[in-house]
């Protein structure tokens, strides 16, 4: 089975073609969506999180919004967080890929927002960075999120950034042309990934 790795900075478009590659029948693992279930009713995460912050589990799942208020600006504090949710995502990322080896797809998606940074794309045979010009992904995260440039600015400043995701990539499809050209870049690509041997 081959393992195609799926990344961009936030606002790049990258759930957009994340659901482009489900609609044409490969399976993706989605991180965030994991982190999510992760940090919801009955989470794995919610206990530790809950230990180090209680004001951000007012009930049984995490308060997103408060957790944010409280690792933004602080590294030792977001870094406390990785450390509880990165090896709970790798687990279920496991998971994923040992199903989908057993129903003998031939390839699949890991869309991973920090594949660089937690180390894995180390396992992926190709590598996608979904790319937008920096006011566009700003424009998205502000819109999406409810939040200032700044706070868009600060969010950005985590992970590698957009020219070094580029640098790394083996494949970049830019998500700010049009729709239309972004899925026929997708097409032209699952064809020739399809190709592979």
Known sequence: MH???????????????????????????????????????????VAPIKALWPEAVPGDAIDRTALRHIVIGHPDR???????????????????????QARGKRWCVLDIPLLFETDAYRACDRILVVTAAESTRLRRIMRRRGMSEEQARNLLARQIGDAKRRRLADVIIRTDLSRAATFRQLRRLQHDLEAMR
Not at 29 to 43: C, I, K, S
Not at 78 to 100: D, G, N, S, T, Y
């Open 78 to 100: 977001l870094k406390a967080l990785e450390a509880i949710v990165h090896p709970l995502v790798r687990q279920e990322r496991q998971r994923f890929l040992r199903r989908m």
């Open 3 to 45: 393992i195609l790795g799926l990344t961009g900075d936030m606002g790049a478009g990258k759930t957009y073609v994340a659901n482009l590659f489900r609609r044409r029948g490969w399976p993706v693992f989605d991180a965030d969506a994991t982190v999510h279930r992760l940090q919801g009713p009955g989470g794995e995460a």
